[in-house]
């Protein structure tokens, strides 16, 4: 007796599902031998071409096997596709090129006011070094009358002779000239020439009249507007004067005064501020490494930090600037430099 075993409907959907991509597997084999025959046939097969002229009964024949046939095919489509992607491309150029014709106009503006303003500022810097070139002899001379000057300050102080003399306003020379001093008058006027002189040599210690650097001291760029050292078109303004120092050259205070600031400055790096008094600040940035902390007092001439790359440098050097009542002055007016 046999026994059949009912099949399941789960069972009947997994077998009519083989069937099924059994018969389309064989379908596209009979399709593609289909092709694959008529393929062959075609390349077998020969068109022929024939030209003829109206006016003349010659007649040529030109038998051009089917493979050719097929390659122009081929190459047709190529074309095609080629031509379409070219011109669809160019459409979208077009329709990019018209959405953004405004924006384009704007660079163009920009970058035209971008180069009138370079011209100028070129122009600006040629006069400023012109001017500065044709007055430095003014200068020099105006700083060593102010500095004659500030030697032979006028004394306000009480008399010194007996009598109704009074030495109020003026000069040491002047009082010094009285033939009817006293000793004790010559006594008080040799203490306030001392003190004179004692207060003219402070003065003169707290302006920073010596370079920061030693040996050579090569400026490398100079105070005033310059073009941007790390690349593109734009201009700025430089607050100080670059020294050319190699990594770790010793760096001195130019004046007397309290140090303001050391530590860290996101632009000049490793960076000394030094007060010296009556509105004048010195600065010192790029530095490698700092001797000094905010709260010392310093001496013309001492030894502050060693040069160095920190903050926003393109190489080793010195970055020097001065202010005044809290302007920016190139620093190298109080020199000789």
């Excluded at 309290?258 to 010195?282: E, L, M, Q």
Aim: proline share 3%; glycine share 8%; aromatic share 10%.
């Amino acid at each position: 007796m046999a026994i059949y075993r009912t099949r399941t409907i789960g069972e009947e959907m997994q077998l009519f599902q083989l069937l099924s991509k059994f018969k389309i597997v064989i379908y596209f084999n009979q399709l593609f031998r289909k092709f694959k025959k008529n393929f062959k046939s075609d390349l077998k097969g020969k068109f022929t071409i024939i030209l003829f002229k109206p006016d003349n009964a010659e007649v040529k024949q030109y038998h051009v096997p089917a493979c050719c046939n097929f390659i122009l095919k081929i190459t047709a489509g190529i074309l095609l596709t080629f031509s379409l992607a070219l011109i669809s491309h160019t459409l979208y150029l077009a329709n990019y090129i018209k959405n953004h014709e405004t924006d384009f106009a704007k660079v163009d503006r920009l970058e035209s006011k971008l180069i009138t303003a370079e011209m100028t500022v070129e122009a600006l810097t040629k006069k400023n070094t012109d001017l500065t070139s044709a007055n430095l002899p003014t200068i020099a001379a105006f700083e060593a009358e102010a500095l004659a000057a500030l030697r032979n300050q006028t004394v306000s102080h009480t008399s010194l002779s007996r009598g109704s003399n009074d030495s109020r306003g003026r000069t040491l020379e002047e009082i010094a000239s009285q033939d009817d001093l006293s000793l004790a008058d010559h006594e008080k006027l040799l203490q306030l020439i001392y003190d004179t002189a004692v207060n003219n040599a402070k003065q003169l210690a707290h302006i920073p009249s010596i370079l920061p650097l030693k040996g050579s001291t090569y400026v490398t760029s100079p105070y005033g507007y310059r073009r941007n050292p790390f690349g593109g078109r734009s201009s700025e303004f430089h607050d100080g004067v670059d020294f050319a120092a190699n990594h770790g050259t010793p760096i001195y205070a130019t004046a007397d005064g309290i140090v303001s600031f050391a530590g860290w400055d996101y632009g000049y790096g490793r960076k000394i501020v030094i007060n010296h008094g009556n509105g004048i600040i010195t600065f010192y940035g790029h530095n490698s490494k700092l001797l000094v902390s905010a709260g010392t007092r310093v001496k013309k001439g001492d030894k502050i930090a060693y040069s160095g790359n920190t903050g926003r440098s393109s190489g080793p050097h010195l970055h020097y600037g001065a202010y005044v009542n809290g302007k920016s002055i190139n620093p190298l007016t109080f020199t000789n430099k």
